[in-house]
C-alpha cells in the first residue's frame, strides 16, 4: 500500500489531521492499535475551545456539538466556603463547549467513513521506519500477516505510551516532565449537574471539580492519592467526599446516583521537543501532556493538527517546505504556554501537602486575587478559552 501521510493513531489528533489533509486533498491511512468501539469508549475530556469546535465545522462534522453541545461563559472557582464566577465570555468575548471526547471522536469516525479513507482498527507492532529517508515506511501486523506502507510521511499521533515518540532516541529527542504526587477520581452518572457551568474547588481536604457531559449527564473529579484504587471508592464514599469539598449551597443541591463509569487518572506535565524528525512529526499526547485542570488536552491535539495539516498543505500545493520545516516551534509556542497554563491552574487548586500550611495560605491568597483583579481574570479567562492559533 502506498499514501502520502500514514497516520499512527485513531485518537482526536489522529482522526482531526485525517480529516483536515482529506479537504486539502492529500491522502492518508490511519493505522490504530485498537478496536473503534475500544476507542468510543474512553471517557476523557469534556470542553472544547471555541478554536477547536472551529476546526470540526471546517470539515464539516460540527452539527451535532452545536446541536447538542452546552455553550458555557463563565466558570467557578470554589474557595474558602464560597464561589466566585470568572465571566470569560466578557473578559475575552469567547466561550467554551461541553460536548464530550467521545462525541467529538464519534463525529470524526463517521466523517471519516463518509469520505471512504481508509482505517486499520486492531493494527498490531505498527512500527515507523526510515523517517530520516526520504522514503519512510509504516510496517504493520493485521490478522497474522504482515503489512507496509510506503508513504511521504509519518505523522506520530499514538498518545502518550505510543510508539512514534520512543522510535526516536537521544539526543534526537529532548523531554521535561512533572509527575504530580496525586490523581484525579472521576466519575460519571446520569444526574443532572450540580451548577449549569463548571465548579472548581480549592478546599482543605483537596481539590473537586463538578462538569458535566449533558443536562441530564455530570462528571465530578476529586483529588485522590497516586496508589489509590477505584475499588476502595464504592459511590457512597465519592459522593460524600465529594460533597465536603463544595461550598455549602452546591453540596446541599447536589443529586447522587449510580455511577455508570470511574477511573482514576495520574497527573502529568509533559513535552517532547522537538515535534519533527526528518519525516515524521508528532501530535497531540504523543509530544505532549498536560494536567487536565485547564482543560487543554485534547484542544492541543486539535491545534497540532490544524498547524501540521496546514503546513503539508503549503508543501503539496506551494511546494514549499516552510511550514514542515517551522511545524515544531509553531506548535511548540502554544503546547507551552498550556503547559504553564495547566501547570498553574494545578499549582492554585490542588492539596500539596509538601508545601505545608504556608503554601495552603498562599494561594487562597492568589484565589482571592484571581477573582478580584480585572487583570488576573482577564488573563485566567484568556488562557481557558484558549490561545489563537
Ligand atoms: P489519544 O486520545 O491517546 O489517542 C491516541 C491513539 O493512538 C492509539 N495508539 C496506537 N495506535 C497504533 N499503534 C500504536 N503503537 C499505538 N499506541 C497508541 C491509541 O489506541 C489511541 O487511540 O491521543 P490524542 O489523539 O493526542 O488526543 C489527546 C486527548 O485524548 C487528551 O489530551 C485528552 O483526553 C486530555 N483531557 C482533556 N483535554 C481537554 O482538552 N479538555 C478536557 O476537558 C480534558 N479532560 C483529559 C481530561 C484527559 C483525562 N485523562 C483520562 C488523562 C480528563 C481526563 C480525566
Ligand atoms: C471534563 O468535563 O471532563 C473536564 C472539564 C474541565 C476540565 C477537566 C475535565 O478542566
Redesign the pocket.
Known sequence: MRTKVAIIGAGPAGLLLGQLLHTYGIDNVILEKHTADYVLARI????LEEGTVGLLDQIGAGQRAHHEGLVHDGIELAFGGSRHRIDMKAFTGKTVM?YGQTEVTLDLMNARRAAGLTTVYEAADVTPLDFDTDHPRVTYVKDGATHAIACDFIAGCDGFHGISRASVKPPAIETFERVYPFGWL?ILSDTPPVSHE?IYSNHARGFA?C???SRSRS?Y?VQCALDDQVEQWPDDRFWDELRRRLDQKAADSLITGPSIEKSIAPLRSFVAEPMRFGRMFLAGDAAHIVP????KGLNLAASDAHYLASALREYYDEKSSAGIDHYSETALARVWKAVRFSWWMTSILHKFPENGTIGARIQLAELDYVTRSKAAMTSLAENYVGLPF
Do not use: F, S
Open positions: 476523557r475530556a469534556g470542553l461541553i472521576g463548571l471539580l462538569t458535566m457531559r462528571r473529579y487536565p485542570t485547564g482543560a
